[in-house]
């Protein structure tokens, strides 16, 4: 989906997160502040096993297990941030396009679509827009979703992306770091992934904890371990130019 770029109010300061009341958003989330992302394209929905699998076969890499929850449409999940960037380096080597997980302000910005609110949809908790629901106390029914849902399953936020909240963390460019609201430049803020950081960022919520379903939740997990059940990825480029 390509994305517009312009300012936004990044990060969270005096918002309360309604599945979390004690949390505190001053941690890691403020202080709020405008920042500027230029034009790119991000995946509509998180990369699939189906197409992590392709991306397995022509590497000869071995697959990652799916839980038994089945594979297909599902997101991948059990990927280090390693194998995601590898799956970008794959696939802009096989179309010749600069793809690449998109750095933390860009997933804000996607995330959000324009809103300022606690959720993309409000702030009011929805079943109907994220699979994020295996934490009490929380709104959404029990109706067997306690793993990954297929892409897609839940309303898309206005930039027509799916599952931006819910259904598995994404890995982001950047790495981790507290701070990262106090010394990010205001155009394009990029925490270098060379730097000296074992602690990579990861965005979104998912199934497992809905209390982290805000655009403005950050997280972290260690780059070289596999996120488990809980964190995959989706892909991004810079905006395509006419010629693309």
């Not at 999940?77 to 794959?90: F, K, L, Q, R, S």
């Amino acid at each position: 989906v390509d994305v517009g770029g312009g300012w936004f109010l990044m990060g969270s300061e005096d918002e309360t997160d309604p599945l979390n009341p004690g949390y505190d958003l001053r941690r890691t989330e403020s202080p709020r502040h405008w920042v500027y992302v230029d034009d790119f394209s991000i995946g509509r929905y998180p990369v699939t096993f189906e197409e992590y699998d392709r991306f397995c076969e022509s590497t000869g890499r071995l697959k990652p297990p799916d839980e038994g929850w089945g594979r297909g449409r599902r997101p991948v999940i059990h990927v280090t941030w390693y194998d995601a960037e590898a799956y970008c380096a794959w696939l802009a080597e096989k179309t010749g396009r600069d793809f690449r997980l998109p750095t933390e302000a860009e997933w804000e910005y996607a995330c959000r679509a324009g809103s300022r609110t606690v959720y993309f949809w409000g702030d009011i908790p929805s079943a109907r827009h994220a699979n994020g629901h295996n934490d009490p106390p929380h709104p959404w029914p029990p109706d067997g979703h306690e793993h990954t849902s297929p892409v897609g399953s839940f309303l898309p936020n206005a930039f027509g992306l799916y599952d931006m909240l819910g259904n598995v963390h994404e890995w982001c460019l950047d790495f981790y770091d507290k701070q990262y609201y106090r010394y990010a430049p205001e155009r394009n803020p990029l925490k270098s992934h060379r730097m000296n950081s074992s602690q990579t960022l990861i965005r979104g919520g998912s199934w497992r904890h809905s209390y982290e379903l805000r655009p403005g939740y950050r997280g972290w997990w260690w780059r070289s371990e596999p996120g488990l059940s809980v964190i995959g990825f989706r892909v991004a480029r810079p905006a395509r130019k006419n010629s693309d």
